[in-house]
């Protein structure tokens, strides 16, 4: 064993989580534990609206739930999508994952099987997270305005002191998604990858655009070629970002986070994003990250404790 580990994962709710996460690693604990653990905190706090217990509905007011978990040792992928009223969704993902054939469950499928293996049976579908629904409802009867909102994956990836890798993703997905739509977070190779060899990336942003590429997989294998995390991650964005631009005519929201085995991380990103990242030589931040304007690079600057306190103050205001 030595005394490298690392931990990273997207936007800014997962900040008490990956102190967590950080904890255990730091104390000898495995990665797999880190990300599942610390996924599941995210889950269960009814204030974030992208995430399990307390996130958005889709467009029938039904809550939806995909998760994936990936150990970076034996290359063993786990995954559900379109789970409905069970808990945790990551931990079914993970418990998939020790399965040889049917890793990948969706819908009915994915809650017999959490019905069968013990997992908590709870109505995920909060009273606050169906008044944003309704309040959105009534918004798009009187302004026409887009039904879709918010779609911040939880992404997580660890590297813990016996040189382990593991990656884990959770979402609600779409806000008044189209009942049965699955975006990238469950997708091995697009929504995330990771490889005890290399390292590990996951993404997060509109899955439909995530899902034109295999991004994830591609950050690893260019980490594979000798590029570090960030110049992995960055690079693969802004390629990716303008092969959309050139077919599509634009490129819509893709952030990526990436890990390496040495435990250096890394992001890269086409919009204003924000991770929480710590490792074995620097303690647990929050970060803030920006593309620079006529630029390929990123900016980023660590998020100020007032910043912190005040998304946490504003996720809680009543839903008027």
Known sequence: MNNKWAMIAT??????????????????????????????????????????????????CVVELDAAFMDGKTLSIGAVAGIRDYKNPVSIARKLSSDTFNVFLVGDGAENYAHNNGFVRQNMLTDRAKKTWEKRKKEMYENNLSAYDGHDTVCMIALDKDDDMAVATSTSGLFMKRRGRVGDSPLSGSGFYVNNDIGGAAATGVGEEIMKGCISYEVVQRMKRGESPQEAAQNAVMDFSMELTKKRGKALAISVIALNNKGEWGIGTNVEFTFVASNFERECHVYIANPIEGSRDVKIEIASKEYIEEYKRSIQKPIE
């Open 11 to 60: 936007w800014r709710m997962a900040c008490d989580a990956v102190a967590f996460g950080a904890d255990l690693l730091k104390n000898g604990g495995k990665c797999q534990d880190a990300v599942e653990k610390s996924i599941m905190i995210v889950e269960d706090y009814p204030f974030y609206k992208s995430v399990g217990f307390g996130g958005l509905p889709n467009e029938d």
